[in-house]
């Protein structure tokens, strides 16, 4: 039996990792879990995994917890030094890493000194600190399973491939909510109509990202830091229906492609169980002829500017992609709130770019310095009137 420490545990990818959990009993017990301030959805999951450890955002948060839960035998922590905890302090033997946001790094970093085996729902973490976190990993013999299911379709089609005969990563991508509108035609799009993802379910700010592309164009610096690959050998096209969920192209010219449902449970217990394999509980078989076409259709940068700009901080390397991190994430958040307009979140992230100094290889704290110094200049663009 595998013992799984879940950061994230009330989101879009904690909830399904806890519905892979609950199917395989036999398989998988949940040794430690974070939340952020979803206190009552903390309390089911405790009443039925009972954890050892459970990590709230704050302390306030978890005095509720603890006198709610007085009975049980789980300890309730809070902030960085409880996620901490919950991430490498349990006899977990996996940690899945399904925050949301840069404050999944420090988890990522401290786990892989712990020795645990890291399954990666966290972009964030690889794209503010790629270099850190591979070499750490190196240096320490732990293996970073990705769980985001185009990163796991092209770890599962290079398995047993020669790396070197590879030609490109190609990333799928469906689009999301808007990929048949115009940029004329997206100038007045509300938020309920951007969390309106056609094809997955996810939370809110990942539902933005696609609706954005940027959550490809993470994936695409993602990609880079997982399999190694100059981003010259990183192609992403659009698929509409999110069947073939990537593919890798051979020096032959050969393509192998993943297919599947689009459901996060594949890869999330693909990652749980790996090298092995379990029937997905419930799971819907991939009947083609029941699809009966697939779409593809060639990338337009100029209509889908955020993964451009993913493309050129990535280029860029050093602290571009912090900023473009950072920067998306502010932006993200004050369309959720109704502050800034679709498009004005392309803006506010070309603008933070346009600023920033970079620097080649940067050590932790100027990654965490950056980070915070770009959050807050998006938020001085919003006070100035842009």
């Known amino acids: 039996m595998k013992s799984i420490s879940l950061l994230g545990a009330t989101g879009s990818i904690g909830q399904q990792t806890l519905d892979v959990i609950a199917s ?50 789980t300890k309730i922590v809070s ?39 890291i399954a990666l729902a966290n972009k964030e973490t690889l794209v503010t600190a790629g270099h850190l976190v591979m070499e750490k990993a190196k240096q320490h013999q732990v293996a970073i399973l990705p769980v985001d299911s185009e990163h796991s379709a092209i770890y599962q089609c290079l398995n047993g491939e020669n790396i070197d005969d590879v030609e490109k990563l190609i990333l799928t991508a469906s689009g999301g909510s808007f990929r048949d509108k115009t ?40 990609a880079h830091w997982l399999f190694s690959f100059d ?27 993943h297919l599947g449902q689009p459901d996060m449970r594949v890869p999330i217990q693909y990652a749980l169980t790996h090298p092995e394999r379990l029937e997905l509980v419930n799971g819907k078989r991939l009947n083609l002829w029941e699809v009966g076409k697939l779409h593809f259709q060639k990338m337009d940068y100029d209509r889908f500017r955020c993964l451009k700009l993913a493309f050129e901080a990535g280029n860029m390397g050093g602290l571009m992609p912090t900023v473009l991190n950072a920067a998306n994430e502010k932006a993200v958040e004050l369309f959720l709130n109704g502050h800034i307009t679709f498009l004005e979140i392309e803006e506010l992230i070309e603008r933070a770019m346009l600023q920033a100094v970079n620097v080649n290889k940067p050590e932790l704290d100027a990654i965490q310095e950056t980070d915070k110094r770009t959050r807050h200049f998006v938020e001085s663009l919003l006070n100035k009137g842009r």
């Open 231 to 257: 981003y010259s050998k990183i192609d992403v096209i659009l698929h509409k229906e999110s069947i073939i969920h990537s593919m890798v192209e051979f020096a032959d010219t050969s393509i192998i492609a």
């Open 24 to 73: 395989n009993p036999q398989a998988f017990k949940l040794s430690a879990m974070s939340v952020g301030r979803n206190i009552e959805a903390a309390e089911e999951i405790i009443q039925k995994f009972n954890p050892e450890i459970c990590a709230v955002q704050l302390e306030e948060d978890a005095k509720t917890l603890r006198s709610r839960i007085n009975n049980s035998g």
């Open 79 to 117: 902030g960085m030094d409880g996620l901490i905890e919950a991430a490498v302090s349990t006899d977990s033997s996996i940690v899945v890493n399904a925050v949301i946001g840069s404050v999944g790094l420090l988890p990522t970093l401290k786990a892989i000194e712990a020795k645990k085996t």
């Open 183 to 222: 940029r004329e035609e997206l100038k007045n799009v509300t938020v309920k109509e951007a969390l309106n993802h056609p094809n997955w379910s996810m939370g809110a700010k990942i539902t933005i990202d696609s609706a954005t592309m940027m959550n490809k164009g993470l994936e695409v610096i993602e």
